[in-house]
Each structure stands twice: as structure tokens, then as C-alpha cells.
């Protein structure tokens, strides 16, 4: 059952969606092909180049080369400093040798494909202690999809022929998770994180976004956490008492020291249209109010650290 959202630990859900997707990334690693390849991309400014990357090739002798993107490669905005390069070589990656027997660019290192998890976890603490990539949703979305497309979900409810298409009634917590599921992973190209909780997890432009179905099955909530250590109660409740009065559709909460951005939708019966406009207006609200409340309220943006 999902926590109350005053009992909702944000930092935790980052972490239960990082363990997850190392674990399916395990799985991916695990039973790669000879000669086969995936690269995830870590999406982290809109600067042009080449982005960070950490990429995987299964050779013949059934072997994982990993390779993290090395500043031979990379775009000028992205080039790594001295204490992301002390962090790579912390973590076990051989340096780059481009003058070597065997020429390397990129970081590397070389493990038998049965220890899956070790490189996956490696792989992990790269793109989140050396590349700067807050969460999993983050990491560029056509090689997301190949981490997490071959999970099949179960086949989603489907109304009888003479119920609309455009609104249907789920029967329980679980056929409307499976229909919310099914709309996201429309809108995303692949099946959405979900943390312990059971909430979606996933990116919407900056903002971290969380999709919730309530155990009655009657709602569903989208919130997005817009501020996090926030200074001054007091001052931060008038600032957002104004905009719950001025911004449509949104409510704007405090919880103890974040503020969070929150739309209610009806889920009885599920409207998937109505989904895909929560998701527009959090898009708004993220890229329109986070750094300016941010400075108002003496907080910072949730992905600040990483910007």
C-alpha cells in the first residue's frame, strides 16, 4: 500500500527505483548474445555532443566489456573533471590507453557475463556518483526501453464492446494499475519504473513525476516534488495559499521542509486522456515555478546537484 504523502520519503523512492533497475539490468546483462551491445545514454543537460554513456558488449568468450564514456569522446559540456576521473578510477575502471596494444578511449573493464550483478551494480554507481544521473527515468529513453521492455506486463483489462474506449472502469487496485501502466508506458516507449511503494516513477522535461493509484482504486495522484529544503514555514505557506488560488488544476503542498506539486484525477472510470494532461500540467509547473519558489522559499530544485 503506498505511504500518505506526509509520510512519502522521496529519497528512498530514488533509491528503490536505482535497486530495481540494477536488478533488471542484471537480468539484461546476464543473457546478452555474443557481439551483442546496449549503451545507456545519461541524459543530463541539453547540450549538444556526445553525452556520458556506459556501455556493454558481450564477446564470444561469453565476457562483458563495460566501457564509461572517456573525455576523448566526449562533448566539451560533458568532459569529466579531476574528481569524477578519481571516482571512475575508485570505482575499479582501468583508465583509458589509446596508445596501448589494444587501444581503449573509453573507461573500461572486463568480467565473465555470470557476474551480472556485479557489473550492473558498477554500472549503477557510475551513472549516479560519477555522471551525475538522478534517477533511472533520466537515462536516455531508447535504451531504457531495452533494459525494461522485455519485462511483459499482464495484459491489460480491456472494457466490454459496448463500453467506451475513452473511459473505463477498472474493477480493482490492480487492473487500474495495469491500466495506468499501460498509458504511461505509451506515452514513455517502455514499461515505467515503480518503487516500493508502487508508485510509477518517471520524467516529465526537468521534473521528477510519481503517478500513485490509491488502494480504493477510486484515484489517481500525480505529484512532483518542486522544493526540498525549504526555510520558513510560515512565509512558504502564503506564497502557497497564492498560487493554490492562482494556478489551475495544481495543488501545492508543504511537507515538513519539500514542496510538492500535486494533481487528483478520478479513476472511476479511468480517463486515460485525463492522465496524459496531468503529465502536461506538472511539465508546466516543473519548468515554469521550481527554480523561482526554489529562490523565494531559500530551498533547492530536487535535480539541483545535478545541473
Known sequence: M????????????????WVAFAERLSEVVSVMD??????LGAIVTEEPGQEPFVRFSCRPDRTIHTQASGNAVLAD????????????DELGWDAPSPLGEVPEVNHSFVMPQEESRAIADLAVATLRGVFAVPHPAFLA??????????????????PDAETPTLAIRATSLSALMELVGGELAGALG??????????????????????????DAREVIVFSPLVLEVEGRSRAMEILSDLNTDVRFVRFLLVRDRVFASISLFAQPFVPAHLRQALEAMTWVADALDDELATRLKGRTFFADQE
Open 2 to 17: 503506498p505511504a500518505p504523502m506526509n509520510e512519502f520519503d522521496l529519497d528512498r523512492a530514488v533509491e528503490d527505483a
Open 34 to 39: 555474443p557481439d551483442g551491445t546496449l549503451t
Open 77 to 88: 559540456a560533458f568532459k569529466l573533471d579531476v574528481r569524477q576521473l578519481q571516482l571512475l
Open 141 to 158: 529513453p531508447d535504451q531504457l526501453a531495452e533494459v525494461l521492455g522485455p519485462r511483459v506486463p499482464r495484459e491489460l483489462p480491456t
Open 190 to 215: 517502455h514499461q515505467p519504473l515503480t518503487d516500493s511503494d508502487g508508485d510509477f516513477t518517471l520524467r516529465v522535461g526537468s521534473a521528477m513525476v510519481f503517478v500513485r493509484c490509491t488502494p
